[in-house]
């Protein structure tokens, strides 16, 4: 039924979403954001379902925007660039407050809105060998739809150590700037996610619905006005020169002005 993503549910009510783009190393296009949202209200209505594990298909978690609807974003004009910084959020937002326990399992790369959507998971399982990055700035961008997610998870100081950078870090320096909840081996990821699932198949599911959403106000997720901030400023990088020069020199590999 969808096009970018699998879903499995077992007799347990444990459902396994997948991003299924692998030859893209599961990149989010505006058809995967649309997918993910159209599935998120979904696993949110269906009282069978008592958790749910988010992987990724092939070698990478998610690497990221697709550049291809990156690319389009150079042509586009502001009100368009706000409705599809409008779709991320929102998908982003729906994942964040689902009323189940949303659990990740990252292998390979998770770059720009692959951190974000660890950072609307619950609790995120890596292997040992994942590797992260908030990689915006090098192309002229910014994490800006993803960075209310992110900045709740991580906290402004760990938030300012890679937010700006581009530098790629790796599943241990995630684990300490709060993206990642445990590490594992590649070969011990699977068991890792099962006992958590486990634990909470052992919860009577209201008390968990209600307890995540509680959790929700007092940490402060993001607001409208947070939410609505971001994608004005990402609308404004958009118009920068940076944003063309950074995403030309990308697809021509060449050099950007700024090295």
Request: aromatic content about 6%; charged content about 20%; overall charge neutral.
């Given at each position: 039924m969808?096009?970018?993503?699998t879903?499995?549910?077992?007799?347990?009510?444990v459902?396994m979403?997948?991003?299924?783009?692998?030859?893209?190393h599961n990149?989010m296009?505006?058809q995967m954001?649309?997918?993910?949202t159209?599935v998120?209200?979904?696993?949110?209505?269906?009282?069978?379902?008592r958790?749910v594990?988010?992987a990724?298909?092939?070698?990478?978690?998610?690497?990221?925007g697709?550049l291809?609807?990156?690319?389009?974003q150079?042509?586009?004009?502001?009100?368009?660039?706000a409705e599809?910084?409008?779709?991320?959020?929102d998908?982003?937002?729906?994942?964040?407050?689902?009323?189940?326990?949303?659990?990740?399992r990252v292998?390979g790369?998770?770059?720009?809105g692959g951190?974000g959507l660890?950072?609307v998971?619950?609790?995120?399982?890596?292997?040992?060998?994942?590797?992260f990055?908030?990689?915006e700035?090098?192309?002229?961008?910014?994490p800006?739809?993803?960075?209310p997610f992110?900045?709740?998870?991580?906290?402004?100081?760990n938030?300012?150590?890679?937010f700006?950078?581009?530098?790629?870090?790796?599943a241990?320096?995630?684990?300490?700037?709060?993206?990642?909840?445990?590490l594992t081996?590649?070969?011990?990821?699977?068991?890792?996610v099962?006992?958590?699932?486990?634990?909470?198949?052992?919860?009577?599911?209201?008390?968990?619905?209600?307890?995540?959403?509680?959790?929700?106000?007092?940490?402060?997720?993001?607001?409208?006005?947070?939410?609505?901030?971001?994608i004005k400023?990402?609308?404004?990088?958009?118009?920068?020169?940076?944003?063309?020069?950074?995403?030309?020199?990308?697809?021509?590999?060449?050099?950007p002005p700024?090295?």
């Open positions: 969808f096009e970018t993503i879903l499995d549910v077992d007799p347990r009510g459902a979403l997948t991003l299924n783009r692998p030859e893209k990149a296009s505006g954001i649309d997918d993910l159209q998120a209200a979904r696993l949110d209505g269906d009282a069978a379902v958790v594990v988010l990724g298909q092939g070698r990478s978690f998610c690497a990221g697709d291809g609807w990156m690319k389009a150079i042509a586009a004009d502001s009100a368009t660039r599809e910084a409008r779709k991320l959020a998908m982003l937002g729906i994942l964040n407050s689902l009323s189940k326990p949303l659990i990740a292998h790369t998770a770059l720009g951190v660890c950072c998971c619950d609790k995120v399982f890596a292997a040992d060998t994942a590797m990055g908030l990689t700035t090098k192309l002229g961008l910014i800006a739809t993803i960075g992110v900045v709740a998870r991580m906290g402004g100081g938030a300012r150590q890679v700006m950078s581009s530098r790629p870090f790796d241990f320096e995630a684990q300490r700037l709060g993206i990642v909840s445990t081996t590649s070969q011990g990821l699977d068991a890792a099962e006992t958590e699932v486990i634990a909470y198949l052992k919860c009577a599911p209201a008390a968990v619905a209600e307890a995540k959403a509680m959790v929700l106000v007092l940490g402060q997720a993001p607001t409208k006005t947070t939410l609505d901030a971001s400023a990402l609308v404004k990088r958009w118009e920068h020169p940076e944003a063309h020069q950074g995403i030309t020199a990308f697809f021509d590999k060449s050099i700024w090295g």
